[in-house]
């Protein structure tokens, strides 16, 4: 516990310090009869208990004392909360009364990151929390309101950073037996959460029928995919294989007669910070060009995944979806290098995803470094962009973009919420305004994972560590130094062993201390320098 308050309307309220996801254990004493209520949310506003973003969630616990000495805590629910509003409390509230209680699937930790930034670092923290939080047997989306779903957006741009920090091979390869059995029922589609409850809503108000969407249904192929990257061995694609395929088998049934995918519901860029707060979807990218390169990212992969499987009929198939949809993404939205929406997102995705010949790459690299720049750069991209933009602009030689983009403090930015005094990542870039009062779209929350997805550039771009192959059985040793930082170290606990990485720059001199697991070799990569190979060892 981090403080005992009162509000301005005289409530008592707990602040734990922590956006946490648990409960808290009552240990009181008073008389027979007394009802103690408690309510929890994540942040204040203007001094008072934050509830309207729970929605429709009570998030209340109360209980009767029984006259003597009583130990309470909830058994069937949990909570998404920092603060809490007592009510009911007999005499003095003490420290040692309450006790918060964190919970999440049990994960072993393998990952870490640290720089010479206390802000950046914060910022990595909140990351780790928030995926602790939501980790919690299905990967939700958030932990306080009244959803708790596990929507698949978000994990499917987040399972790098995710299988860098804890080991979540079984964690993840479980959910994904769910999502193949829902998909399974239902024609091919895969859900937009799982265990899918939208299915059953046909007509959807919101979002209309219910369909494979871009990026969520891409959890089937990018989830699997992202841990044969991390752990290594085929077992995960072999056993999700028929999954993988029936996904880009049914968004080819909804390509348009161009080749492009632009007829049904998309999300699209949501959240992008330039779309009206109460129409997430409305972003400045395409949703067109969004699903067709996320389309031809998922055929990649699973013609690739085929190929490792020795599945030579369905390698040609998968290869010949993706070459359509390239030729057409091309001739629907490519023109002399500007990518259809000429924003952040469409750039960064098309360079990420290879769908660029080498020197319409190399101008959207300089345009989406332009973009970043007139934005002062501020985020200017949601759910779809942003796990990839940094990425884009290190690939494209604009690293130093790459590294204002990811240390600025004004809103909308990474920082922003820490500076905000966030202990988890938020759902939106501005969930909490300058002034201190909530986003008022009505769909806002303090613990949402999916836009620290670039947790996972951070760890191979600052920290230096990335799979040269699956499982890093070759490892990538290349950070890469800027954004101010002067020290940053690395660790992870691969299939193979520990490898770390630690660096300083102290001036003109940088210094790069690596260490490999016993016969595991690597690629020793260092700006200006051409790369090395290197053995296992210091």
């Known amino acids: 516990m981090k403080a005992i308050t009162r509000s301005l309307s005289g409530k008592t309220l707990v602040d734990f310090g922590q956006n946490l996801v648990g409960w808290i254990r009552v240990l009181v004493e008073g008389p027979e009869g007394t009802e103690i209520t408690i309510r929890h949310a994540e942040v204040l506003e203007h001094g008072e208990l934050a509830t309207a973003p729970l929605r429709t969630a009570r998030c209340t616990d109360r209980y009767i004392l029984s006259g003597g000495a009583d130990e309470f805590e909830p058994t069937f629910t949990f909570h998404g909360?920092?603060?809490?509003?007592?009510?009911?409390?007999?005499?003095?509230?003490?420290?040692?009364?309450?006790?918060?209680?964190?919970i999440g699937s049990d994960l072993r930790r393998i990952g870490e990151l640290r720089t010479s930034d206390p802000t950046l670092n914060r910022f990595h923290d909140n990351v780790v929390w928030g995926m602790r939080g939501n980790f919690l047997d299905i990967p939700t989306d958030c932990p306080q309101r009244d959803e708790r779903l596990g929507w698949t957006g978000d994990i499917s741009v987040f399972t790098p950073a995710a299988a860098y920090l804890f080991?979540?091979?079984?964690?993840?390869?479980?959910?994904?037996?769910?999502?193949?059995?829902e998909q399974e029922h239902h024609e091919g589609i895969v859900g937009w959460v799982i265990p899918d409850l939208y299915k059953y809503i046909p007509d959807n108000p919101d979002f209309g029928p219910v369909d494979s969407t871009t990026i969520w249904s891409d959890a089937a192929v990018w989830v699997p995919w992202a841990l044969y990257q991390a752990y290594g061995g085929t077992d995960i694609l072999r056993r999700q294989f028929d999954s993988m395929s029936s996904h880009v088998r049914r968004v080819e049934s909804l390509l348009s007669p161009t080749g492009v995918w632009d007829g049904n519901f998309q999300f699209g860029d949501w959240l992008d910070p330039d779309a009206p707060p109460d129409e997430p979807s409305r972003a400045k990218a395409d949703p067109g060009v969004v699903a067709t390169a996320c389309a031809y990212r998922s055929a990649k992969i699973v013609a690739r995944t085929s190929e490792l499987l020795g599945l030579i009929d369905e390698a040609d198939e998968f290869n010949r979806i993706a070459s359509r949809l390239r030729t057409s993404f091309h001739r629907g939205y490519v023109s002399d290098g500007v990518v259809k929406s000429d924003c952040a997102t469409v750039y960064s995705l098309a360079i990420v995803f290879g769908l660029l010949d080498p020197h319409d790459e190399q101008f959207a690299g300089k345009r989406l470094a332009h973009?970043?720049?007139?934005?002062?750069?501020?985020?200017?991209?949601?759910?779809?962009?942003?796990?990839?933009?940094?990425?884009?602009?290190?690939?494209?030689?604009?690293?130093?973009?790459?590294?204002?983009?990811?240390?600025?403090?004004?809103?909308?930015?990474?920082?922003?919420a820490v500076d905000m005094g966030a202990t988890t990542v938020w759902e939106r870039w501005d969930s909490l305004l300058p002034d201190g009062s909530i986003n008022s779209s009505g769909m806002t929350s303090f613990n949402h994972y999916a836009l620290g997805a670039v947790a996972d550039w951070m760890h191979r771009v600052i920290g230096g560590i990335a799979p040269l192959e699956p499982g890093y059985a070759k490892v990538l040793v290349a950070p890469q130094p800027g954004g101010g930082l002067t020290f940053a170290e690395a660790s992870l606990e691969t299939p193979q062993g520990l490898v770390t990485v630690r660096w300083s720059l102290d001036g003109e001199h940088f210094t790069v201390d690596a260490e490999l697991p016993e016969g595991v070799e690597g690629i020793l990569r260092l700006p200006g320098r051409a790369d090395q190979v290197i053995a296992s060892g210091r």
Do not use: K
């Open 81 to 102: 909360f920092r603060y809490a509003e007592i009510t009911g409390w007999p005499g003095e509230l003490n420290a040692d009364d309450l006790i918060a209680v964190v």
């Open 167 to 181: 080991d979540v091979q079984s964690f993840l390869a479980d959910w994904l037996v769910d999502l193949a059995i």
């Open 371 to 416: 973009l970043a720049a007139e934005a002062g750069y501020r985020v200017s991209t949601g759910f779809a962009g942003t796990p990839f933009i940094t990425e884009a602009l290190t690939l494209t030689g604009h690293v130093d973009a790459a590294y204002r983009l990811m240390m600025e403090r004004s809103c909308p930015s990474w920082l922003y």
